[in-house]
């Protein structure tokens, strides 16, 4: 079974510093990848998702991620973060027309 | 277009007692899932029905269960309540079954309390 790992629980950082969190899925086949994020107080939303192709994606509000199919991982990047980042972030991953699984997610708090 | 919407928003129930969530998804979207959203579990997987047939089921009792109706509304119902089943349950719907190219569109959830 498919399974993702999000090592970081709860992350704080100061305004304009660079954001990167960890997303580690198990599963040796073909998979589709996605970040969604959840701002307090409303719905999940998708902020970017990999299918195939260029494994750099580049999502909504400046947030990218990479794709290292030999690692095994998704991690999503910002180079500046700010205040209104603050939110969590869930990293999910599916194959085929599998159900989405996601992790337990990243709690962001950024500092003015 | 008008998003997922889910009833009610917020509930409060005591332990043994059942419960009925409603979705309705997106116009055009045949597809919803259920998720349970836990501080400790994050987003776990319920169940997932595309034109009134359950297609996936997750990995839950089976006091859960649920339903879906010729205009793609969906139902789920949770008999006898653990404190265990307070949660945020997501809806999410899509064109079709599975999450490739028609991404999930998820709703504001219903935040069941069980006292």
């Known amino acids: 079974a498919q399974s993702v790992s999000q090592h970081n629980h709860h992350v704080i950082l100061s305004e304009a510093a660079s954001l990167e969190l960890g997303c580690n899925y198990s599963?040796?086949?073909?998979?589709?990848l996605f970040w969604y994020v959840q701002y307090p107080g409303q719905h999940l939303q998708l902020l970017l998702k990999y299918f195939s192709g260029d494994p750099l994606v580049k999502g909504i509000k400046g947030f990218e991620a990479e794709f290292i199919k030999s690692k095994f991982s998704f991690n999503l990047r910002k180079p500046s973060v700010q205040w209104s980042d603050t939110a969590e972030y869930f990293c999910?991953?599916?194959?085929?027309?599998?159900?989405?699984?996601f992790g337990k997610g990243t709690r962001l708090s950024v500092i003015a | 277009k008008a998003g997922v919407t889910q009833t009610p928003r917020y509930l409060i129930k005591t332990r043994g007692q059942q419960v009925t969530l409603s979705c309705s998804p997106i116009?055009?979207?045949?597809?919803v899932s259920w998720y349970q959203q836990t501080p400790g579990q994050g987003l776990q997987f319920l169940f997932e029905y595309f034109s009134e047939t359950q297609r996936n089921k997750g990995n839950f009792p089976g006091r859960f269960s649920g339903r879906q109706f010729s205009n793609s509304r969906s139902e789920m119902n949770v008999s006898t309540l653990e404190l265990g089943d307070s949660a945020l349950y997501l809806c999410a719907s899509s064109p079709f079954p599975g999450v490739g190219i028609d991404t999930q569109y998820f709703g504001p959830g219903t935040r069941l309390t069980v006292l």
């Open positions: 599963y040796g086949g073909t998979v589709n």
């Open positions: 116009s055009g979207h045949r597809s």
């Open positions: 999910a991953v599916n194959s085929g027309n599998t159900p989405l699984v």
